[in-house]
């Protein structure tokens, strides 16, 4: 089963969308507090977890600082009810890279993969 973790900036009705086709997905925007990227970035990792998000600095975590992680999604200038398509649309087509730690950059009319 694919895993996910939703950055707080993702509309927190993508998670209910999602698990209903078949994903596991925790929100960050339900925990406490926001721990700030680098604990998100480090918890999807633990927990082996694709990380779906609206913010580029997690690319720029893992391309320029090296740090380690489980696949990155990242949803650009994608309307808030189109989240979650999008996202199916997206694991649907790159699981394999992205099991493989890619990350998956998705706007209207355009995907970009950077393999790690």
């Known amino acids: ?6 950055d707080t900036c993702v509309w927190g009705g993508v998670r209910v969308q999602l698990q209903a086709n078949g ?3 925790i929100y960050a925007g339900d925990w ?6 680098e604990e998100i970035l480090t918890r999807a990792y633990n927990e082996q977890r ?3 998000t ?7 975590m ?6 380690p992680h489980c696949g ?20 649907m087509r790159y699981d394999r890279e992205l099991q493989e730690g890619a ?9 970009r993969i950077r393999s790690s």
Do not use: H, W
Request: aromatic share 4%; charged share 25%.
């Open 1 to 6: 089963m694919i895993k996910l973790l939703l």
């Open 23 to 25: 994903y596991d997905v």
């Open 32 to 37: 406490l507090k926001d721990p700030g990227d």
């Open 50 to 52: 694709i990380l779906v």
């Open 54 to 60: 609206l913010d580029k600095d997690f690319g720029e």
């Open 62 to 67: 893992a391309i320029v600082r090296g740090r």
């Open 72 to 91: 990155i999604i990242r949803l650009v200038n994608v309307a808030t009810k189109q989240q979650a398509p999008v996202c199916v649309e997206v694991l």
């Open 103 to 111: 990350i998956v950059t998705a706007s209207p009319g355009r995907v």
